[in-house]
């Protein structure tokens, strides 16, 4: 078996065609200077790349502690919010049945009283302390505006004890002559 002799293909000539560099460039300096160009660009986008991450994460942590003080001052105006009994009275209200929120709306204290007296005692007796403890009504808010000598507009005065004695007893509603 003979072996095949490749030395003949040693001394062939490639094309011209093949190459686009002008003739008077040597190839091994085009190749050299493609290499540069191609390690420039690399360079470049490196450069690129890390400045877009470090940009990137000072937006992540302004990002974050935006976020912090938002909740955070979300949190304040609701601690600010919290009733006597440490219910927010946004909660409270939206968690009302629609006539309860009605009767408040309406600040109807006659419409309140004919709401509570058609509902089961224990849910009209549920509801009125989470108001109470909510802020949203105010027992006995006569007699508190008379020791504090003030008038406020957002409390309903208005029949106060013949609510509680309306769901104790869930009767018709008990009127003070006076």
């Known amino acids: 078996m ?78 600010k919010r919290l009733g006597p009994g440490g219910l927010d009275p946004v909660e409270v209200f939206e968690s009302l049945p629609t006539n309860l929120q009605e009767c408040f709306e309406k600040k109807d204290v006659e419409l309140l009283k004919t709401v509570l007296c058609s509902m089961d005692p224990q849910q009209a007796e549920y509801h009125m302390k989470r108001c109470v403890d909510s802020g949203l009504w105010v027992d006995n808010a006569r007699d508190q505006q008379e020791e504090d000598g003030e008038s406020s507009s957002n ?10 004695a309306t769901i104790q007893t869930n009767k018709e509603p008990i009127h003070d002559n006076a």
């Open 2 to 79: 003979s072996r095949l002799n490749y030395s003949k293909w040693d001394h062939i000539e490639v094309s011209d065609d093949e190459d686009d560099t002008h003739p008077n460039i040597d190839t091994p300096s085009l190749f050299r200077w493609r290499h540069q160009a191609r390690l420039e660009r690399d360079a470049a986008w490196k450069k690129e790349k890390a400045e877009f991450e470090n940009n990137y994460k000072s937006f992540l942590t302004k990002y974050n502690e935006a976020q912090q003080k938002l909740n955070k001052a979300k949190e304040e105006e609701k601690q």
């Open 155 to 164: 409390v309903n005065t208005d029949g106060n004890d013949d609510i509680a």
